[in-house]
């Protein structure tokens, strides 16, 4: 079954502590994505990586990191995480020119 | 960045009835998507659009790409309750092709 697992899906933390946030596919798509939601302003894209070793910001990539050492795998890293990132994010993955595939999506609240 | 305008923000119908939402934009797009989000799960894709005029149905749902590649509209006819959740609109600007934009989502409530 093709997938996007994200993990983990809840996570409470405190500012400054470093977390990382990890999405892996089974579908050997090149793109790979991360976006965030916030209410009334839908989904903004962080990171995106076109392929392995190849990663680009997106329209909101302040506090965030982003690597792809393998085809599979995309975490999210922040390294000193604030409020105003207490945010639902979501992975998504897509084969050239198709449309994405979601994760169901991590929700971070930072205190 | 681009945005697209999502509208309306939210709608509260009647089971049964027909819903439309739309999308527009300022700039060009070459390619349209339509995702639903169920509570707690990550946007699924219902339709994709790839050409100026194009009219595509999905079971009940139907979508067009308009003509001027600046806007494009979602149905759903006779709603029924698992139809409720969160639909976006997204694009792939004629510039800047590895790029999705999203529209900030219609919210959908249905009273049976």
């Known amino acids: 079954e093709a997938q996007v697992t994200q993990n983990p899906r809840y996570l409470i933390t405190v500012t400054g502590k470093k977390l990382t946030v990890t999405c892996s596919q089974n579908?050997?798509?090149?793109?790979m994505s991360w976006y965030r939601q916030d209410p009334g302003l839908g989904l903004r894209q962080i990171y995106y990586s076109m392929n392995v070793e190849v990663t680009d910001k997106g329209d909101v990539p302040e506090g965030y990191k982003v690597s792809r050492k393998e085809k599979r795998n995309f975490p999210l890293i922040l390294e000193s995480p604030s409020p105003n990132q207490t945010s639902l994010y979501f992975c998504?993955?897509?084969?050239?020119?198709?449309?994405?595939?979601f994760g169901n999506g991590t929700r971070l609240t930072v205190t | 960045g681009q945005q697209l305008n999502q509208s309306p923000q939210s709608m509260f119908i009647q089971e049964g009835e027909d819903v439309s939402m739309n999308c527009t934009s300022s700039s060009i797009f070459n390619t349209w998507l339509w995702y639903k989000q169920d509570p707690g799960e990550g946007p699924v894709l219902l339709i994709a659009l790839y050409k100026a005029g194009e009219l595509t149905s999905n079971g009940r749902l139907t979508a067009q790409f308009g003509i001027t590649r600046k806007d494009s509209f979602l149905n759903i006819s006779a709603s029924i309750p698992s139809d409720v959740g969160i639909y976006f609109c997204?694009?792939?600007?004629?510039?800047?092709?590895?790029?999705?934009?999203f529209g900030q989502g219609t919210r959908l409530t249905i009273n049976p």
């Open positions: 579908m050997n798509h090149e793109y």
């Open positions: 998504a993955t897509r084969s050239y020119n198709s449309p994405l595939h």
């Open positions: 997204a694009g792939r600007p004629l510039q800047g092709a590895q790029k999705l934009v």
